[in-house]
């Protein structure tokens, strides 16, 4: 009996200590989109609501920048799907990369392909944004009084074949040049998903989060086999923005993520909540 209750007394503890962990405010907070394909408008299939656009995604980020410690990125094929050769509307690509610039990211990352079909279309790669090569880039900013370093994974040849191990390896490395010197590593990755599975998979813990574009479902959240990387997938045509909340940053031995207790994920469908941005609207007629 005794030893009954002092389990019950130890797991009423744990929820407690879980409970408020997730009440607080988040050491850090990650916006993440991608696979926008070119979309800059609400979806006109998608009911009364019309989730999506640019505009309403610049006040999504606005809000949430209000917390001080949220990190924005924009993925890989913002501006074109992986797969074809132009987005909806060409014609549209000057203003949409101009929009990009309005909404302040912390990163975008943009493929050779998108760079490509920016520039057919007179319109300049958005200022800060990174080109993906052939090698792993990096960068660490500033989040919160937190230094987060960033891994714009390295372009594959061929997008429809498997990923080289030499780029699994490169990308590993880089970030593991990383470690150390910040308190969170974020790799984001063009790939798409079954090579990012492969990859968290076989590089155990080079990555803390992994922001995934590219061939294969969105999600909110997965984690790799061991808990050592949170991975989470952007869904299509710019209809929501996934957000991971992480309670606490790796660093402690032993560390794993684990949903409900030091991290939340959902993704944000870009509804009515979220009114369109006059600024980015009127940049998008």
């Not at 009954?4 to 988040?26: D, K, N």
């Not at 656009?53 to 920048?65: D, F, K, N, V, Y």
């Not at 891994?151 to 990383?178: H, N, Q």
């Amino acid at each position: 009996m005794r030893t009954l209750i002092t389990l019950l007394l130890v797991l009423a503890v744990t929820a407690m200590t879980t409970a408020a962990a997730l009440a607080a405010e988040p050491a850090l907070t990650i916006l993440y989109a991608g696979n926008t394909y070119g979309y800059f408008d609400p979806c006109p299939t998608c009911g009364p609501q019309k989730l999506g656009g640019l505009a309403r995604r610049a006040s999504a980020l606005e809000a949430a920048r209000a917390s001080g410690k949220t990190l924005a990125v924009a993925g890989p094929w913002e501006f074109a799907p992986e797969v074809s050769a132009a987005p909806p509307e060409p014609a549209k690509l000057p203003a949409v990369a101009k929009a990009h610039e309005k909404l302040r990211y912390d990163a975008l990352a943009v493929t050779p392909q998108e760079a490509a079909i920016l520039s057919a279309n007179k319109a300049a790669l958005p200022k800060g944004a990174v080109l993906l090569g052939d090698t792993p880039a990096t960068a660490i900013v500033n989040v919160g009084g937190k230094q987060v370093g960033l891994i714009f994974f390295p372009m594959p040849k061929d997008i429809s074949a498997a990923v080289p191990d030499k780029l699994m390896d490169a990308a590993a490395k880089a970030a593991g040049e990383l470690r150390g010197k910040v308190a969170l590593v974020v790799g984001i990755s063009p790939w798409g998903a079954l090579d990012e599975e492969a990859f968290i998979n076989a590089k155990s813990g080079a990555v803390d989060v992994l922001l995934g574009s590219g061939g294969g479902s969105g999600f909110a959240s997965r984690t790799s086999k061991d808990g050592r990387t949170l991975w989470t997938r952007a869904y299509i045509k710019g209809k929501t923005v996934n957000r991971l909340d992480l309670a606490a940053l790796p660093g402690a031995p032993g560390f794993a993520w684990k949903i409900g207790e030091n991290f939340t994920a959902k993704v944000d469908p870009l509804d009515e909540n979220f009114p369109q941005d006059p600024a980015v609207e009127v940049m998008l007629k």
